[in-house]
């Protein structure tokens, strides 16, 4: 995350939900994404809480601004 509280990079398990949308949307905002091995949450258990914390900015941005 920035100063400012932004993602700055995105790590994903190339599961469907970080394809399409959200891979789109990550780009317009300037936000890398980078592909780890598949899922393990024993492994990435940091992963999964940036994921967590990312999903729900992405709702409250959704409500925000409409986007769909």
Known sequence: ???N????VLACNNDIEFKGAVKALCKSRGIEVVNKR???????GL????NKIFKAQLRVAQKD????
């Not at 509280?5 to 700055?8: A, E, P, V, W």
């Not at 601004?65 to 769909?68: E, L, P, R």
């Open 47 to 50: 992963i999964e809480v940036a």
């Open 1 to 3: 995350m920035d100063e």
């Open 65 to 68: 601004t409409s986007i769909k």
């Open 5 to 8: 509280g932004f993602l700055r």
């Open 38 to 44: 598949a899922y393990y949450p024993q492994s990435q």
